[in-house]
């Protein structure tokens, strides 16, 4: 049996300018490292033999704060490529705004879907994560991603569409699990914060 962990990164800069629901008693002002390392501790009580970013603002630097503490190093995740997301790192939200490949769009609606097809990055992100349950059978890798795409993979691996996309918690610092038994993937935690507290 595989386990996949999806973890949300701390608060993103367009979390902090309130264009993404969070908890309400986040601390949205800690560095997004204090996040990092609150999951890199809840972590380690698992066998993670490898780290992946997701690229998407804060994942990178989340991943490897993780990593590192893990003895190992975070890789992009395969498959990701070419999907628009690098354009949208440390951009503030008025920036995304203006850019080519949103045009006219105002600042919320350019962080809340800075892509030009929403079903083509899904299927990439399916596709990128299934291959990793294959290619990592009867071990464990963390995932980092931000809210977004964290909610993506969890819709996948639950096998809903994105018709379900609001009945999905992810709070910053999350950790979510998965175990894939006989190829189906299994829930065993969603939207963990246990692990932060002082932070939320």
Not at 78 to 106: F, I, Q, R, V
Not at 166 to 183: K, T, Y
Request: hydrophobic fraction near 45%; proline fraction near 6%; include cysteine.
């Amino acid at each position: 049996m595989s386990k996949i962990l999806i973890v949300n990164t701390g608060p993103t800069e367009f979390e902090r300018h309130g264009l993404y629901p969070s908890a309400g008693s986040a601390d949205l002002e800690a560095p997004l490292s204090r996040w990092a390392q609150a999951a890199a501790k809840r972590l380690a009580d698992y066998h993670v033999v490898a780290v992946y970013t997701c690229p998407v603002p804060g994942a990178v630097e989340t991943g490897d704060i993780i990593a590192g503490s893990l003895g190992l190093k975070a890789v992009s995740m395969p498959g990701l490529e070419g999907t628009g997301l690098d354009h949208w790192k440390g951009l503030k939200p008025e920036e995304a705004a203006s850019m080519d490949a949103c045009p006219g769009a105002d600042a919320k609606a350019a962080f809340e879907l800075p892509f030009e097809n929403i079903d083509g990055l899904q299927k990439k992100i399916a596709e990128a994560l299934d291959n990793l349950a294959l290619s990592h059978k009867k071990e464990t890798v963390a995932v980092i991603s931000h809210r977004a795409l964290s909610i993506i993979m969890i819709l996948h691996l639950l096998k809903m569409t994105d018709k379900h996309f609001r009945q999905i918690a992810q709070d910053p610092g999350a950790i979510n699990l998965f175990e894939v038994r006989s190829g189906m993937p299994s829930a065993l935690i969603i939207n963990d914060t246990c692990h932060l507290d002082g932070l939320i």
